[in-house]
């Protein structure tokens, strides 16, 4: 259906263009979904469902990367070749570890190497 939009009364205009909106627009939104899932137990179904075998491969790298760039027993060459991903990805976790307060670092760390 093709709209006239030269023909709507400004409330209708807002309308239509409200009807555009995602239900999702930010980080902090996608997070609270996220929480909600884990409350309801349905985290599994969630992301299996949003992300594809790929995508879920690749979050699994990232743990594994950040976890080995925390532990600093490896070069990047190492990790790259044991994890089979590329140094740039790599580099990209070290840097996002970098921008991260101490705290925040210390948090991560609790989160990937404890069990």
Not at 22 to 51: C, G, V
Not at 56 to 72: C, D, F, Q, S
């Amino acid at each position: 259906m093709i709209t006239n939009y030269n023909k709507l009364t400004h409330h209708q205009y807002i309308q239509k263009i409200m009807s555009f909106l995602p239900e999702y627009s930010d980080w902090d939104q996608f997070i609270d979904l996220l929480n909600r899932a884990i409350k309801n137990k349905d985290h599994e179904l969630l992301l299996s469902t949003m992300l594809t075998p790929d995508e879920r491969e690749a979050l699994i790298a990232r743990a594994n990367i950040l976890t080995e760039l925390l532990k600093g027993e490896m070069s990047q060459r190492q990790m790259s070749q044991e994890l089979g991903v590329g140094i740039a990805t790599i580099t990209r976790g070290s840097n996002e570890l970098k921008a991260k307060s101490e705290q925040d670092r210390l948090r991560i760390t609790d989160l990937l190497l404890k069990p």
